[in-house]
């Protein structure tokens, strides 16, 4: 499984949720270390520049986006939001967040760890609350439970992303129509 952070939800609060891969098979953790932490909030462009993080942040950051998940999935399919996942999520969006600054070369967001989690704890807020829930799906592939927002024509699109999933799954299932496809002919 590769390292790298992937981006392709349409949304920061769900690109946050997804860095826990697979949640129903292997379930990979993409935060390891408080580095890959702050890699997560500088790749995301939720940030320029970060404060080093500790061991205490990732478990904050782990908390809160399980929190995030678990109401991402109770809003996806119509429930009743958790209440400790609320709590979580609230507690974190009270914190300060990251604060931009007007500088001479543009836009410059620094942020302690703390602030970056509050920023993307008040983006989940934003975003369960707002107009997008209706659009919000999980990825075609049993495997992957990334949940994107889905701005297709007629809502049709299927995978988290092409390059994640899409080409992995459409490339199983032709290896699969050809195997049937030859086993047929050989008889």
């Known amino acids: 499984m590769n390292l ?14 997804a860095t826990l891969r697979a949640r129903r098979s292997t ?8 580095e890959r932490l702050n890699a997560w909030y500088l790749e995301s462009g939720l940030v320029d520049t970060i404060t080093p993080g500790e061991e205490d942040d990732v478990r904050e950051a782990i908390a809160v986006r399980e929190a995030i998940y ?6 996806r399919l119509g429930e009743e939001f958790d209440r400790q996942a609320l709590a979580v999520v609230n507690g974190a969006a009270r914190k300060t967040p990251a604060t931009p600054q007007l500088t001479l070369t543009g836009r410059h967001t620094e942020a302690t760890p703390e602030q970056a989690l509050a920023t993307v704890a008040r ?8 107009p997008d829930v209706p659009l919000m799906k999980e990825c ?3 495997e992957c439970t990334r949940v994107y927002i889905d701005r ?3 809502m049709r699109r299927q995978w ?3 390059e994640s999933c899409g080409n992995k ?8 129509r050809k195997k049937t496809a030859s086993a047929v002919t050989a008889r």
């Not at 790298?4 to 949720?17: I, Q, T």
């Not at 379930?27 to 408080?34: A, H, K």
């Open 123 to 130: 983006q989940a807020v934003e975003l369960l609350s707002g």
């Open 169 to 176: 799954y459409k490339a199983a299932a032709y290896r699969a």
């Open 27 to 34: 379930r990979f953790e993409m935060f390891v270390t408080p």
């Open 160 to 162: 988290c992303g092409m």
């Open 140 to 142: 075609g592939n049993p």
């Open 4 to 17: 790298n952070h992937v981006f392709v939800c349409g949304h920061p609060a769900l690109d946050f949720a």
């Open 70 to 75: 678990q109401l991402v999935t109770d809003r």
């Open 152 to 154: 297709s024509r007629g």
